[in-house]
Every structure is written in C-alpha cells, then in structure tokens.
C-alpha cells in the first residue's frame, strides 16, 4: 500500500542518513562543534527545521534532521491518507472522484463516469436543470399516486380528454377551459416564470428563497444544507420512480397503484421477469423466430413504427 511504502523508503533514507553522519563524524569528530561555533547569534534555519518542530515541539537542534523518523513521516503518512479518503468517490466503493466534484455541492457523492461535469459552467447548468428536474418528477409522483389512490382514475386516463373530445378534470372536479385556452395559460405562465428565474444569479434560479421559503427555513445555513441534500436524493428517487411508472404503464396499461397491488398478490407471478413479454425480451423465444410479430404485439400502439 501506499502508506507501507512511504515507511518503508523513510526507514531506508533514515538509515542511509545515520550511516553518513556517524562516518563523517568519526573522520571529523569535531566538524560540527568548530561549525557551529563559527554560526552567528541569530540562529538560521537548517533544512528540516519546521517540519521537526512541527512534528516533535520537543526535539533539539542536535537531531539529526536527515532522520525520516525527526520530520514527522507518521504527519506525512496521515496527510497522505486524508488526501486518498477525501478523493475517493462515495457512490462505488475503490472508485476516485474527479477533481471538480469536490464535495461541495449538494448531493455530490463523486458520480461523473463520462466527465459531463468538466467544463465548470456545464456543471453549474447540470446542477440547476437536475434540481428543477428532480421538483417536477416529485410533483409528477405525487400526482400519479394521489388520483390512483383516491379513485380518480390513473394517470394514463387523465389526457384521453384532449383526444376523445371530453372534458378535463382534477381530481374529480370538472375544469372549465378547453385545450386551446389551457395550452396557452400555460405557455404564458410558463414564460413568465422562466423569464423572471433567468435574469437571477445561478445561486437564486436554484434556491430563490424569498416567497419560495415561507416557513423561512433558510434563515439556518445548517438546516438549509440538509434540505438541500435531502431535496436532492428525493428527486432523484422522483425521477428513476416516475421513468418506472411510464415504462411500466406502456407494458401493462395500468397505473403504479394497481400494479404494485397486482404484485405483491402474486409476487412470484406478477414481476418484471414473469409477467410481461416486453420487460426481459430474451426470455421468450418467440423473439428469435418471429420478432417482427412479437414486437408488433408487444408495443403501445403509440410507439414509432408500430
């Protein structure tokens, strides 16, 4: 390891360093004493000097300070350590974090296989299109959840209006406006919203606080970076669960309620590997002797091609 190595070159230095001196001291007894007899008042530093007193307040000047053992290789080893521990990437046990991620941001636990986070204002655009990602897709999960739960139908119900030439509802409640006015009250609101995010610092399109905070809870800095971490780790999960519920509803037409209920009845029959002739193709032969047919079947009707 890296560590046994520096100890064992500063065992190898120290010994050479002693061997030296005891030689030159023996050719020359009184070498040192007529030096530094000639040294003026004031004392100079020698080579070494901080580092023992660093290492060791109660060292002397008559310490040989070629002596790996003098100059604090334990301080050297230790600083050697911290250095490795805080490089290395908490997302995959052995890995190294890039040099940019650093720890500081919010949720960095040193992931960047491919290096997207390089460029220091890509990272900063990374990081606010994540966060305001990761918002949506917890809104997104919420109100897939809520209206399945309650019994206001699945989230796959839910545009079929626009196309059947129904009428829009939120949670049960008929809304009063047709597609057209709809789209643009969006648009509209939409543009506003962006427009005023954009002309703020990149630390205020992320965190604006303000009327955003009404519970003021960034008024502690040390609460306000917990929040940060956990809306962070929350959105993720929001994103990784709502991309879940897309693939999972154009496979069984049904929503995340309903499917996660048909699975824990039968857990061994409804599964991702068992239930399904989409999720884990190579698991059905049908696949190799007639794929066009399988994926004809197999595929929403909505998808490219079919």
Known sequence: TQKGTLRIVGNALGGISRAILARASSVHPTSRSVSRGLKPAVHQPRRG????????????????PFDMSAIGLDDIMQLTDDAEMSSRAAWLPGSYAPS??????????GFDPLGF?????????????????GRWAMLGVLGCLSVEVLGFGTWLDAPTWAVTGGEATWFGQTVPFDLTTLAA???????FVEGKRAGADAEARVYPGGAFDPLGFSKDAAKLEELK??????????MVAIFGFFMQASVTKAGPVANW??????????NVATSNDVSIPFLHPEVLTNG??????ALPAWYPGV
């Open 185 to 191: 009250v969006e648009l509209a609101s939409m543009a």
């Open 49 to 64: 000097d901080l580092v023992v007193r660093h290492a060791d307040e109660g060292m002397t000047e008559d310490k040989d």
């Open 100 to 109: 940019y991620l650093d720890g500081k941001l919010p949720g960095d636990f």
């Open 292 to 297: 066009a047919a399988y994926w004809q079947a």
């Open 229 to 238: 971490l956990k809306e962070i780790k929350n959105g993720r999960l929001a």
């Open 117 to 133: 986070g390089a460029d220091p204002a890509a990272l900063a655009q990374f990081r606010e299109a994540e966060v305001i990602h």
């Open 261 to 270: 209920v048909a699975h824990i009845s039968d857990p061994w029959n409804v």
